[in-house]
């Protein structure tokens, strides 16, 4: 699974990088070193204008962590962060947005961890260790989102009626990472990107092909500060290496 990620590029350099649009009035979401579930994260997704009917592609926050829009209460997305490529086309919470609202997650890399046993007077704990591309660039996490109508709020119109969340799509890990846990977010292909982010391409035997294995030899995995383990800290200090 992915269950916790590093996200620190301004949004200006991510619109860059994604041919994107900052959507006008969106919140300014800083840089963070340890995104957790149920955190605002960047999404960059393609939307038809509801005026015009224009496609654009923006740069917006999301929720991290799913919430289907025929959900209870918006409570149900901290179950919701990671859908299984395997079966994120049949799944009832994610076959609509998977052929309708699809998005990419920019990352600069991902947390995964390994337990270690105890020793002699050292207690057990859990070893973090940080996995990003071995050319330090961004990672496009393949994701879905979603919009989830807010019961309380009486009026369409207002902002607050409307929860944008999404998931992240993961797979088997390669390479390094499979030495550290067994899934992975999965990353798109620059040159998927469009096909990918398309509302009008739904077609879901191509859609999955997209969703391939990356190729071996891209990843660098590095054992970090066991400081990340905690949601309250945050900073770039947390990618330096563990103490030993």
């Given amino acids: ?37 149920t955190d605002d994260v960047w999404a960059v997704l393609e939307r ?33 962060i990671n859908a299984r490529v395997e079966t994120v086309h049949e799944k009832p ?19 995964e961890w390994v337990a270690v046993p105890a020793t002699g007077s050292a207690k057990a704990y859990k070893q973090p260790y940080f996995i990003r591309p071995e050319d330090a660039g961004v990672m496009a996490m393949a994701g879905l989102y979603e919009f989830w109508r807010d019961p309380s709020v009486k009026d369409d119109d207002d902002p607050a ?9 993961t797979t088997e890990a390669t390479d390094q990472a499979g030495r550290v846990h067994p899934r992975m977010p999965l990353a798109l292909d620059p040159g998927d990107y469009e096909t990918w982010l398309d509302p009008a391409h739904q077609d879901t035997a191509d859609l999955r092909a997209l969703l391939h294995t990356p190729a071996d030899g891209r990843l ?22 563990a103490a030993s």
């Fill in 161 to 169: 009626a409307w929860l944008l969340s999404a998931t992240i799509i």
């Fill in 48 to 80: 038809a204008d509801r005026d015009t009917g224009e496609v654009a592609r923006r740069l917006r926050p999301v929720r991290w962590g799913l919430v289907p829009s025929w959900a209870k209460d918006p409570s149900v997305g901290s179950r919701m």
């Fill in 220 to 241: 660098a995995v590095t054992p970090v500060s066991t400081e990340v383990n905690s949601v309250r800290n945050n900073g770039p200090h947390l990618l330096g290496p």
């Fill in 93 to 111: 919470a994610y076959r609509r947005a998977f052929t309708r609202r699809r998005c990419l997650l920019p990352a600069d890399g991902f947390y």
């Fill in 1 to 37: 699974m992915c269950g916790r990620y590093a996200s620190s590029r301004a949004p200006e350099d991510l619109a860059g990088l994604f041919d994107a649009e900052r959507e006008p009035g969106a919140e300014a979401l800083g840089p963070s070193w340890n995104v957790a579930p």
